[in-house]
Structure formats: C-alpha cells, structure tokens
C-alpha cells in the first residue's frame, strides 16, 4: 500500500476524525473529500473503527488514502489493513505494531517526539513519523530536526489549526495533522458540512502553496 504513504505526501494534509457516531464519520469524510481532502485516519478510538475504514474504503475513490489511528497492538494492526487501511498510525513507536504493519506492506506512521525517539523510530522502518504532541514546539522545531537528520519524513500532529499549518509545511513537513480545527463541532445539519468544504477546500489550497516547488 505505497500508495497511500505517496497520497499523503501528495496532499499534505490528513484529516483526523476522532467522533463517536460512525454514519456522521462518513457524512463528514463525504464533506471533507468535497473540500478537496484526500486522506483520512480514523482512530480506534471510534467505535467499530475497522468498520468504518472498510465502509470509508468502498465509498472513496482510489484518489484517497484512509488510515487507522491510535494503533497499539499487532491485532489492531492486523484488523485495520484487513479492513483497507493503507497507513498505521501510533501514537509512540510499538514495536509489534511496526512489524506487522510492514510485513503487511501498509505505511507504518509511529509518534515520536524527541530527536532520540524519532531516530528510533525512522531507523526501525517507519515510513513516516508523526511527530506529537508538536502544540508546545511549533514549526521551528521541525527545521532544528531536520539540520542534523535530513531526509526525515515528519508529520506534525496535536495542535494544527487552519491558521498555522501552512507554516509547519514551509518548516520542512511532508504533511500535518488537523482535526477539530477542521471539522467543527456541529450541529450536524447541511450549514455545518458546507462549512466542512469550505474550510476544507481553504486548507487544501493554502498547504498546496506552502509546498516547495
């Protein structure tokens, strides 16, 4: 599942969507492709998560990329590429999780913080980290990483808003992480999924002209 790590990257920006309701997760990934979004992690936190990959898988196209979230054990690992997550993402590095999630060919996405954790993380396969909680660092953090280990793959998470993630792209991120700050928080009525594409379609075309040429 390359394709989904490539998807990532080509975007810049992956939508966490960390609800309770499963239908209203599609009605708002529907408002988010609209927007312009094109990649999705659910996190496991979700009631029948795998579930709602697989149902996210049938109803997007092959534009798309839909990951799982808050992976922390092989089985759910295992469960969530069986359901059509094409990346796996961790809040910290488990080492089970990697392991399955590489000898199943989906992109493995650990948390990692300190520039200790992140080596680790990037040495032990990871095809992208996630570097979280970024709130307190901001984007300087990632160009101070990025001097003495260049060539990292570094995916902001915990924070992001629609204001400063174009920042976090020109400091060197090959995607961020938004969530709430997209979304909203209802009422979920028609008005609040307009508002869903819009701000979708705003962020999409703003993390595009943040990107290197």
């Known amino acids: 599942m390359a394709g989904a790590l490539e998807a990532v990257e080509r975007s810049g920006v992956v939508c966490i969507t960390r609800m309770d309701d499963a239908e209203l997760i599609l009605d708002v990934c529907d408002a988010l492709y609209a927007g312009g979004v094109r990649c999705f992690e659910i996190p496991l936190t979700t009631p029948d998560a795998a579930s709602v990959i697989a149902k996210l898988h049938q109803r997007l196209d092959s534009e ?93 998470t915990g924070g992001i808003t629609l204001e400063n993630a174009p920042a976090f792209i020109k400091a060197g991120a090959c995607a961020v992480t938004v969530g709430r700050d997209l979304i909203g928080s209802g009422p979920w009525n028609s008005q609040a999924f307009a508002g869903i594409a819009q701000r979708a379609q705003s962020l999409v075309s703003r993390i595009a002209a943040a990107k290197p040429v």
């Open 64 to 156: 798309t990329a839909i990951g799982a979230g808050t992976v922390l054990t092989a089985d759910a690992a295992a469960a969530v590429i069986d359901a059509g997550a094409g990346f796996v993402v961790s809040p910290h590095f488990v080492e089970e999780v990697a392991a399955v999630t590489k000898s199943r060919g989906a992109a493995l996405v650990p948390g990692a913080l300190t520039p200790a954790e992140i080596f680790r993380a990037w040495s032990a396969g990871a095809d992208m980290v996630k570097v979280f909680p970024i709130r307190a660092f901001g984007p300087g953090y990632l160009t101070d990483l990025l001097g003495p280990y260049p060539g990292l793959k570094l995916m902001p």
